[in-house]
T-cell receptor
Framework: ETGVTQSPTHLIKTRGQQVTLRCSSQSGHNTVSWYQQALGQGPQFIFQYYREEENGRGNFPPRFSGLQFPNYSSELNVNALELDDSALYLC???????????????????FGAGSRLTVL | AQSVTQPDIHITVSEGASLELRCNYSYGATPYLFWYVQSPGQGLQLLLKYFSGDTLVQGIKGFEAEFKRSQSSFNLRKPSVHWSDAAEYFCAVGARGNTPLVFGKGTRLSVIA
C-alpha cells in the first residue's frame, strides 16, 4: 500500500504571497488532517477533512483553508503569508467509519514527510 | 484544555544503554496515547499506541511504553539503544472518534558510542 505523499517538499515564498500544499492520503484512508510544526515545536492541529468537508479546526486564522477531493487527496492553502508561517506542514491520513460526524474508531494517523515552507 | 508535557528537551545516552523518555498528559476524557518518532527531514512514524487494556504496550523497533493513569504518564522505554534511534520523539494524546492529536514539544535523543 502507498503511504502519504506530500508536495512540494520545500518551497520559499515572500510575505504576503499565497501557497498551496498538496497531500495524497494512504490507500484506504478517507480522512485527512493537517498539522503545522514550527522549528523546535511539536505539531499543531490546523484542520481535518472528511467527506470533502472541514470536520474540526484548530486555533488558526481563516487565511488557512483547505480542500478535500473525491479521491480523498487534500490541499492546504495559506493566504497573505506571514513570517511566522514558516514551518513544516504535515499531512496525515486516517480512516473513519460510521455515519456523518458521529463516527467512532481508532484515530491512528499516518503522516507524510511534510512540506517545509520558508517565508521571507 | 488538553496538554502534553515532555520534560526533557534533549537526552544523550550511550549506545547499548537503556532509555526512558517521559511524557505527562492532561486530558479530561479517557485518553488515547501515542508515541511518534521523527528522523531529520522526515515525517512522523508511529512507534506505539495505547487505547485500552494492558497498560504496558509494545511497539516497533523494540520500544515499549507504560500507561499510568494515577500519574497521568505514558513513558517510553527501550532496554538497549542503537545509534539509529537518534531522532526526535513526540508523545501525543487524543480520544476516540478521530479527535485531533495534541502533541508535546518533543525530546531529542542523541546516541553516543
Amino acid at each position: 500500500e502507498t503511504g502519504v505523499t506530500q508536495s512540494p517538499t520545500h518551497l520559499i515564498k515572500t510575505r504576503g504571497q499565497q501557497v498551496t500544499l498538496r497531500c495524497s492520503s494512504q490507500s484506504g484512508h478517507n480522512t485527512v488532517s493537517w498539522y503545522q510544526q514550527a522549528l523546535g515545536q511539536g505539531p499543531q492541529f490546523i484542520f481535518q477533512y472528511y467527506r470533502e468537508e472541514e470536520n474540526g479546526r484548530g486555533n488558526f486564522p481563516p487565511r488557512f483553508s483547505g480542500l478535500q477531493f473525491p479521491n480523498y487527496s487534500s490541499e492546504l492553502n495559506v493566504n497573505a503569508l506571514e513570517l511566522d508561517d514558516s514551518a513544516l506542514y504535515l499531512c496525515a491520513s486516517s480512516s473513519k467509519s460510521g455515519a456523518g460526524r458521529a463516527v467512532t474508531g481508532a484515530n491512528v494517523l499516518t503522516f507524510g514527510a511534510g512540506s517545509r515552507l520558508t517565508v521571507l | 484544555a488538553q496538554s502534553v508535557t515532555q520534560p526533557d528537551i534533549h537526552i544523550t545516552v550511550s549506545e547499548g544503554a537503556s532509555l526512558e523518555l517521559r511524557c505527562n498528559y492532561s486530558y479530561g476524557a479517557t485518553p488515547y496515547l501515542f508515541w511518534y518518532v521523527q528522523s531529520p527531514g522526515q515525517g512522523l512514524q508511529l512507534l506505539l499506541k495505547y487505547f485500552s487494556g494492558d497498560t504496558l504496550v509494545q511497539g516497533i523497533k523494540g520500544f515499549e511504553a507504560e500507561f499510568k493513569r494515577s500519574q497521568s504518564s505514558f513513558n517510553l522505554r527501550k532496554p538497549s539503544v542503537h545509534w539509529s534511534d537518534a531522532a526526535e520523539y513526540f508523545c501525543a494524546v487524543g480520544a476516540r472518534g478521530n479527535t485531533p492529536l495534541v502533541f508535546g514539544k518533543g525530546t531529542r535523543l542523541s546516541v553516543i558510542a
